[in-house]
Nanobody, 122 residues
Framework: QVQLVESGGGLVQAGDSLRLSCAASGRTFSGFVMEWFRQAPGKERERVAAISWSIGSTYYADSVKGRFTISKDGAKTTVYLQMNSLKPEDTAIYYC???????????????WGQGTQVTVSS
C-alpha cells in the first residue's frame, strides 16, 4: 500500500522560498510519476508539477514555470518541490500524488497524501 507523507508547508511572505517534501513508501516507484497538486479555497485542484521516477522527465503548470522545481531522491524515495519567488496566489493546500505512468502521463489510479498548507502573505 502506497503511503505519501508531505511536509515543509508554512506561512511565508511574498518573494520567499519554501521546499516541500513527500516521503513515499509501500512499493517501488519505477514506472510511476510523482506529482504535486494544489487546491486553493473555492478552486479546483491543480496539477503543479510532475516527475517521472524512472526517466526524470518533468512537467510544470504555466503558473509556476521558472519559479518551482520538482526533484527526487531515489535513495530516500522522496520527492521535493522547491518553490521560489512565492506569490499570494500560491496559497493553497499542496498534495503529493503518484500513479502508474508513461513518462509524466498518468495511466492508472492515483494515490494521495494528506496535504500540507502553504500560505503566502503579501
Amino acid at each position: 500500500q502506497v503511503q505519501l507523507v508531505e511536509s515543509g508547508g508554512g506561512l511565508v511572505q511574498a518573494g520567499d522560498s519554501l521546499r516541500l517534501s513527500c516521503a513515499a513508501s509501500g512499493r517501488t516507484f519505477s514506472g510511476f510519476v510523482m506529482e504535486w497538486f494544489r487546491q486553493a479555497p473555492g478552486k479546483e485542484r491543480e496539477r503543479v508539477a510532475a516527475i517521472s521516477w524512472s526517466i526524470g522527465s518533468t512537467y510544470y503548470a504555466d503558473s509556476v514555470k521558472g519559479r518551482f522545481t520538482i526533484s527526487k531522491d531515489g535513495a530516500k524515495t522522496t520527492v521535493y518541490l522547491q518553490m521560489n519567488s512565492l506569490k499570494p496566489e500560491d496559497t493553497a493546500i499542496y498534495y503529493c500524488a503518484c500513479a502508474p505512468s508513461a513518462g509524466t502521463v498518468v495511466i492508472g489510479p492515483r494515490s494521495w497524501g494528506q496535504g500540507t498548507q502553504v500560505t503566502v502573505s503579501s
